[in-house]
């Protein structure tokens, strides 16, 4: 079936740090979101991209859905420890109105105060 | 407006038993998701619905898993007979289903099922 490919799978950086990761997929992606997941928690989104090229900012995160339609990245500047969490790409087909959304295999993210 | 709202939110049984999980849409969403996250496997989509019939089950693991949405604002996921590899968080979610912003889903907190 189809796949996005989501890197890297985890991440253990410094506080103050920023963080990068992001979403490939081989396919064309009409919507392109961006969800964390807490612990013990079901996944919330975050940011929400509809256009090729967009960029999108929300407080210290920002996402771009790349112009290729067919990648998106995630940041996350000056990370804090309630940064920690499970990452998640989630993407809908171009060629598809389905409603259905694809999701990547997730980020594992981990901030050393 | 409540959320997606799942219950119970911890269940555990025994080997053999049957397993009902619950699920209530937010009001006015005309897709229902029903999603499995395990570590090993992560997040799969197992099942969903639009207007309360079901349109992609091919996610659905074996027989002994079934779903139904008998209205709009309610669904079940039931196991029969449970296995211990069947053990895992099961998320229901929902959204509006249309492009443009109305794709977006909306998770409820999740079941966490230990099968023993």
Same mark, same amino acid.
């Given at each position: 079936?189809?796949?996005?490919?989501?890197?890297?799978?985890?991440?253990?950086?410094?506080?103050?740090?920023?963080?990068?990761?992001?979403?490939?997929?081989?396919?064309?992606?009409?919507?392109?979101?961006?969800?964390?997941?807490?612990?013990?928690?079901?996944?919330?989104?975050?940011?929400?991209?509809?256009?090729?090229?967009?960029?999108?900012?929300?407080?210290?995160?920002?996402?771009?859905?790349?112009?290729?339609?067919?990648?998106?990245?995630?940041?996350?500047?000056?990370?804090?420890?309630?940064?920690?969490?499970?990452?998640?790409?989630?993407?809908?087909?171009?060629?598809?109105?389905?409603?259905?959304?694809?999701?990547?295999?997730?980020?594992?993210?981990?901030?050393?105060? | 407006?409540?959320?997606?709202?799942?219950?119970?939110?911890?269940?555990?049984?025994?080997?053999?038993?049957?397993?009902?999980?619950?699920?209530?849409?937010?009001?006015?969403?005309?897709?229902?998701?029903?999603?499995?996250?395990?570590?090993?496997?992560?997040?799969?989509?197992?099942?969903?619905?639009?207007?309360?019939?079901?349109?992609?089950?091919?996610?659905?693991? #074996?027989? +002994?898993? @079934? &779903?139904?949405?008998?209205? !709009? $604002?309610?669904?079940?996921?039931?196991?029969?007979?449970? #296995?211990? +590899?069947? @053990? &895992?968080?099961?998320?229901? !979610? $929902?959204?509006?289903?249309?492009?443009?912003?109305?794709?977006?889903?909306?998770?409820?907190?999740?079941?966490?099922?230990?099968?023993?």
């Amino acid at each position: 079936g189809q796949q996005l490919n989501q890197s890297p799978q985890s991440m253990f950086i410094q506080e103050g740090e920023d963080v990068s990761m992001n979403c490939t997929s081989s396919s064309i992606f009409n919507t392109w979101l961006w969800y964390k997941q807490d612990p013990g928690e079901g996944p919330v989104l975050l940011i929400a991209l509809y256009k090729a090229g967009e960029l999108t900012s929300n407080g210290r995160l920002t996402a771009q859905f790349g112009i290729t339609r067919k990648d998106s990245f995630l940041n996350i500047s000056a990370s804090i420890p309630s940064d920690v969490g499970i990452y998640f790409c989630a993407g809908q087909l171009g060629s598809s109105n389905t409603g259905k959304l694809i999701f990547g295999q997730g980020t594992t993210l981990q901030v050393k105060p | 407006d409540a959320g997606v709202i799942q219950s119970p939110r911890h269940e555990v049984t025994e080997m053999g038993q049957e397993v009902t999980l619950r699920c209530k849409p937010i009001s006015g969403h005309d897709y229902l998701f029903w999603y499995r996250q395990t570590m090993m496997r992560g997040l799969e989509l197992l099942i969903y619905f639009n207007n309360n019939v079901p349109i992609d089950d091919s996610g659905m693991p #074996e027989d +002994r898993f @079934s &779903a139904k949405m008998p209205n !709009a $604002s309610f669904s079940t996921l039931k196991i029969q007979p449970s #296995e211990p +590899r069947d @053990s &895992a968080v099961y998320f229901c !979610a $929902s959204s509006l289903g249309s492009t443009g912003g109305g794709e977006t889903q909306y998770f409820g907190p999740g079941t966490r099922l230990l099968v023993l």
